[in-house]
């Protein structure tokens, strides 16, 4: 009983004094959490690290980044669940819309802040096939042959398959003029050749790269770029489509939470300082494609050019893309609903 | 002569001076800790699927697909549950009657599948079971596929219940006195008999409990089956799964709404199975 009271009485003492000593210590040390997405933890342990070097030049004040990565979705529920995220940078605006329409922590407008569509840095959808591409796979035609099996994770649960998606759709929408209904027969198509749907795109790359499933995977451009040079460059190729869809990851302050911490300067400077050079270099190494032109110039000379279309070009936007394909009983279900009878 | 049984003593009457102390106090924590872990959280489930008001539930948890995944859960479940009781139980006997070299280590293996992250043994049972992995390859060629069809499901389920059946049926059979075998015998039962007549009364009890824990812990299981399902819309995707594709899209209500049929599936489920357990102690008594 005695242990009993004394751990509670410890553990009102520390709720206690918790917040006081976080306000107090906040003059010479500030700690900034970035909920972010699956495949960015190495490049923002990069990022982080330089961008603590230059605010404490700027500012005197050392900075601590706090990471936390997840499925794109996961994380954006997590922050609207009251995880105290000072900015997300998550995989499609999507998420970061629903955290401005159900959390209510940033503002509806929150993608016209920054440049870019708030993207500091982007990819495309790329293809991965198996070294010397013994089935020719070239373009996105190639994938609905019946004679090649076709690797993607399942758009309803995955954000980034969501892209390699409609990178099918936007291809074939411009082969055929704009027919929505030439669209859908392609992509129904496509996913015919889908043997496994994994439920998040890491589950895909294992099942294509260590299960040897399927001739080509459908994948970010960075995470192919990734993937081709930790697991093999001697066992896969990658094949860049005649087109594709510009892949936005984008970010954000979490503004009312950056307020309540006081940390609303060093977010939105921390953001900024994404689309500088030092930052768009390092995005760059970690396969990135960086957004700005001048760094684009300077560090994009290794990226294959493709012409790409936007979402907002080719769907009208995320909330529109979102319904009409991914919700239930939307496209995607259509597509199997009839592949299954 | 009546053996060990995983039941709680019949509670004397409650005026009855009890001799272990802190009745009120241990009685009070255990209701806190009921409420806060369990029913807190599960009336919570109850009352977001309530916004969707009858309509909408009943959209949201009979559509083609939740049903398909219904069927595909608790099918899979019970199978793995079955096959679990079968193995489970020859596991068990195994360990408790015989002594072999290497008894301990393959008594230990027995709970590999409680302390395994559930991630970890799906990627490893799907590389294993996939028809390039080692097992999946032997079958391939006959046109069997395990991994990405039901079959590889209940594979991964099967794993995961083993160890419930396993350690309810031991302990019982640990204090299963020898000599009643020897009895039956000597009074002309045959092997067989003296199995079904003798030994299997005092052990169905625990098997049905440990039957009816794999088979809830089957029912909930996502970590390990998103790997082997293969996810296909319709047929296999398991209802774990559609429940996490709904968050995707922040449709709590209707993600609340197919957990609701899953908590009352598994419950019906979960009571017969007590009722199956309670009149097979009374019989074994």
């Known amino acids: 009983m005695k242990t009993l009271k004394t751990i509670a009485r410890l553990t009102l003492a520390l709720t206690l004094i918790a917040p006081i000593g976080g306000t107090a210590a906040a003059q010479d040390k500030v700690t900034l959490l970035n909920v972010s997405y699956d495949p960015t933890r190495e490049l923002y342990k990069e990022i982080n690290a330089r ?21 794109s979705g996961a994380q954006a529920r997590a922050v609207i669940d009251g995880l105290e995220a000072d900015v997300v940078t998550l995989g499609l605006a999507y998420d970061i819309d629903e955290i401005a329409q159900r959390g209510k922590t940033l503002p509806a407008d929150w993608q016209k802040k920054l440049p870019h569509n708030s993207t500091p840095f982007a990819s495309t959808v790329a293809f991965v096939v198996r070294k010397g591409n013994p089935k020719g796979i070239k373009d996105w035609n190639d994938l609905i042959r019946p004679d090649v099996q076709v690797i993607t994770a399942n758009p309803k649960t995955s ?15 411009q082969k055929n003029k704009g027919s929505e209904a030439a669209a859908r027969e392609f992509v129904g198509k496509l996913y015919k050749n889908v043997p496994v749907l994994d439920a998040g795109a890491r589950g895909s790359t294992t099942t294509f790269v260590e299960r ?18 930790q697991l093999g460059p001697d066992k896969f190729d990658i094949v860049i489509p005649s087109v594709s869809i ?40 970690h396969y990135f494609r960086p957004t700005g032109p001048r760094s684009l110039a300077k560090y994009g000379g290794d990226f294959p050019k493709v012409p790409q279309f936007t979402i907002d070009q080719v769907f009208g ?14 496209v995607f279900d259509q597509i199997y609903s009839t592949a299954g009878k | 002569m009546s053996p060990a049984l995983p039941r709680r003593v019949a509670p004397s009457t409650p005026r009855a001076r009890s001799v272990l102390p802190g009745v ?15 029913i807190i959280p599960l009336s919570t489930l109850f009352v977001r699927t309530a916004r969707l008001g009858w309509g909408g539930f009943l959209e949201a948890a009979t559509s083609p697909r939740a049903i398909a995944a219904y069927r595909l859960s608790v099918g899979a479940s019970v199978t793995a549950a079955l096959v679990n009781g079968v193995f489970g139980l020859l596991v068990a006997w195994v360990l408790t009657r015989y002594r072999f070299t290497g008894k301990s280590i393959a008594d230990a293996l027995v709970d590999l599948p409680f302390a395994l992250p559930t991630a970890v043994a799906g990627v490893a049972l799907t590389t294993l079971y996939s028809q390039n992995g080692l ?11 395990i991994a990405f069809t039901p079959l590889g499901i209940t594979v991964a389920l099967t794993f995961i219940g083993l160890p419930f059946v396993v350690r309810s049926v031991q302990p019982v059979l640990e204090t299963l006195p020898r000599e009643i075998e020897e009895v039956a015998a000597t009074l002309g039962a045959d092997r067989w008999q003296t199995f ?55 449709d709590y209500a209707g993600a609340t709404a197919i957990a609701v049929v899953m908590l009352l599936l598994s419950a019906v489920i979960l009571i017969g199975a007590g009722l199956v357990q309670r009149r097979a102690a009374k019989r074994a008594a």
Request: avoid cysteine; hydrophobic fraction near 50%; charged fraction near 15%.
């Open chain 1, 51 to 71: 961008f603590a070097q230059v605010w404490k030049q700027r500012t005197g004040q050392d900075v601590e980044i706090k990471q936390s990565h997840g499925g």
């Open chain 1, 159 to 173: 954000g980034g398959a969501r892209w390699n998606y409609l990178g099918a759709w936007g291809y074939a929408l």
């Open chain 1, 212 to 229: 040897g499933i399927g001739d080509v995977l459908i994948a970010w451009e960075n995470e192919a770029l990734l993937s081709v040079k």
């Open chain 1, 246 to 285: 510009l892949a936005e990851p984008p970010v954000a302050v979490n503004e009312v939470v950056a307020q309540k911490h006081g940390t609303t300067k060093v977010a939105r400077a921390y953001l900024e300082f994404l689309y500088t050079d030092a930052a768009q270099g390092i995005a760059a190494k």
């Open chain 1, 317 to 330: 936007g995320w909330a529109k893309a979102q319904k009409t394909h991914f919700a239930d009983g939307g």
């Open chain 2, 24 to 38: 009120r106090l241990t009685l009070g924590f255990t209701v806190a800790y009921l409420l806060f872990l369990v």
């Open chain 2, 135 to 145: 097992i999946g390859a032997l079958f391939a060629p006959h046109g069997i596929k």
């Open chain 2, 196 to 250: 079904r007549r003798v030994i299997l009364p005092a052990l169905t009890p625990a098997l049905v409990a440990g039957v009816s824990l794999s088979f809830a812990r089957a029912i909930g299981e996502y970590g390990s089956v998103v790997f082997i399902s293969g996810n296909m819309p319709g047929r296999t995707e398991i209802a774990p799964l559609l429940i996490m594709s709904k968050l995707e899209q922040y």
